[in-house]
């Protein structure tokens, strides 16, 4: 498709940030329309009381995605972001057991003597677990991430074949990790990640096992002045290549004429003209709210009813008093029963009776995120999407929550500590985001919602409609949106090549 032509994005997520400034550099006419007051949609930002507040993502993983965009883009990642390799990459905390607080470097010796304390012979395990993991990330990203379907052709064809034999894609991530590991406590560590996926090891195809090279080859590093410094950078570069930014403009419907896309209408009521719409909302809410004709939608709510979501999450933004010196950067609080844990978040919705949680606390790294001598808390517990709470029982699981902390994370005297308290929950992702049921990531990573089976970057329906983001493929995490851009922008310049881009 020539480039010249009008397109709107809906949506400053990752996913559009990034579309949007790709579009740009190869000489569309961009503007990108975002519902809430400013860009970044899950990855906001907020500050209070001196305090600053990334308000999702905190994790960057996959520093090779994020390079080889900023490549893409003629841009030096060294110019717009200052990475911090973190060490320890982050501490696990387990409740009542014999391994009690460790910590995990992505650093072969140090983790392996980790692993022989844990369980032994478990460190010759691991490098041949690490080992399928790099290979599985390698062909991953060869072959599949950066590949367009739009038929199970596209999916089963010869190089998949010989490539998919080598991925245990039909096995589950929680049979594939106890084939190498015996003790709940190393299954554990190896099976974490997945909260990154929103999904569960009991359904979620071994194929993810990329993760653990990720987290153990690749190591977890941090942004100086936090994770919406990637927003900034994109918005940036964005408005280097003539991308025009909206915020506090919400689409009320993607307007369509004999089955083609042609513009948008606002909720003030204007209405936008373009030659190409791409939606960065939520998918289920671009289908069922934005394309108001039945006839534009490729499934109805029935359909959507049945699909997997990730969990989604009770979140507690902190400001304390004084420091918390039993936390490191990123912290980790393991349920005692992951089983149970899991399926009342997937089978049998309801608040966690024995959560596990999750703590970044960056002012560790960083104290330009928290006034001198005091800390900067994000709280997470993954809980079932779509449960109905009132503020109430959300107060008093705040307070369960609190006591967990104090004393399984041992901080002592934590609400005398606690100078800013703020709680983010399932009814804010759904009004703040639009997300599907609260969801807080979208749709989860089952085997029947991935590659070909996952929501497509192109709309079935209606022409000149395309998707980008963690609902559509490859998924979930800011790293695989931006390959969700990239994957969007080759259909719109109609390349049908595998791997990643050499050039725009």
Request: charged share 25%; glycine share 8%; proline share 5%.
């Amino acid at each position: 498709m020539e480039s010249g032509k009008t397109v709107i994005v809906i949506g400053g997520g990752i996913g559009g940030l990034s579309l949007a400034a790709m579009l740009g550099k190869k000489g569309f006419h961009v503007t990108l329309l975002e519902k809430n007051e400013m860009l970044g949609g899950r990855a906001g930002l907020f500050k209070a009381n001196g305090f600053t507040f990334d308000m999702g993502p905190s994790w960057y993983l996959m520093p090779d995605v994020f390079e080889h965009y900023f490549d893409l883009m003629g841009e030096k990642i060294e110019d717009h972001l200052a990475l911090k390799r973190l060490t320890p990459s982050y501490r696990i905390f387990f409740k009542d057991s014999p391994a009690g607080m460790i910590n995990m470097y992505a650093d072969r010796e140090k983790d392996g003597e980790t692993f022989e304390k844990l369980e032994p012979g478990s460190s010759v395990k691991f490098d041949e677990y690490l080992r399928r993991a790099k290979l599985n990330y390698e062909i991953s990203k060869e072959s599949f991430m950066y590949k367009n379907y739009d038929s199970i052709f596209d999916f089963l064809t010869l190089r998949v074949a010989i490539q998919g034999t080598k991925l245990s894609v039909f096995s589950t991530m929680d049979r594939f990790v106890r084939r190498f590991f015996k003790t709940e406590t190393m299954q554990k560590i190896m099976q974490y990640t997945l909260v990154f996926l929103g999904s569960s090891p009991y359904n979620t195809p071994a194929l993810y096992s990329i993760m653990t090279y990720i987290d153990f080859g690749m190591g977890v590093f941090y942004p100086t002045g936090g994770i919406y410094k990637i927003i900034e950078s994109l918005v940036k570069i964005g408005e280097k290549n003539g991308v025009h930014y909206r915020t506090s403009s919400p689409v009320a419907e993607i307007l369509t004429e004999n089955g083609k896309a042609i513009g948008v209408r606002l909720e003030s009521g204007e209405i936008l003209s373009a030659d190409i719409i791409v939606s960065n909302a939520d998918i289920h809410h671009t289908e069922t709210k934005l394309l108001k004709k039945e006839e534009d939608r490729e499934h109805p709510e029935s359909v959507w009813e049945k699909k997997t979501l990730s969990p989604s999450a009770f979140i507690m933004y902190l400001g304390f008093k004084d420091r918390v010196p039993s936390l490191t950067h990123h912290n980790l609080l393991f349920s005692r029963d992951w089983h149970k844990n899991f399926g009342e978040i997937f089978d049998h919705p309801q608040w966690p009776t024995d959560p596990s949680l999750y703590v970044c606390a960056p002012s560790v790294t960083d104290p330009s995120v928290a006034p001198e001598g005091k800390e900067n808390l994000f709280v997470l517990v993954p809980m079932a999407p779509g449960i109905e709470y009132t503020e109430d029982e959300m107060n008093a699981y705040g307070e369960k929550i609190l006591d967990l902390m104090q004393t399984e994370l041992s901080i002592p005297n934590i609400r005398e500590r606690i100078e800013f308290k703020r709680y983010f929950c399932g009814k804010d992702f759904k009004e703040r985001y639009n997300s599907y049921k609260g969801s807080a990531l979208g749709l989860a990573h089952t085997l029947m919602q991935t590659a070909i089976f996952r929501p497509n970057t192109i709309s079935k329906k209606v022409k000149n409609l395309y998707y980008v983001g963690a609902n559509t493929n490859p998924g979930i995490g800011m790293p695989i949106c931006l390959i969700s851009a990239e994957l969007v922008y080759k259909r719109l310049i109609g390349d049908k090549s595998d791997g990643p881009l050499k050039s725009l």
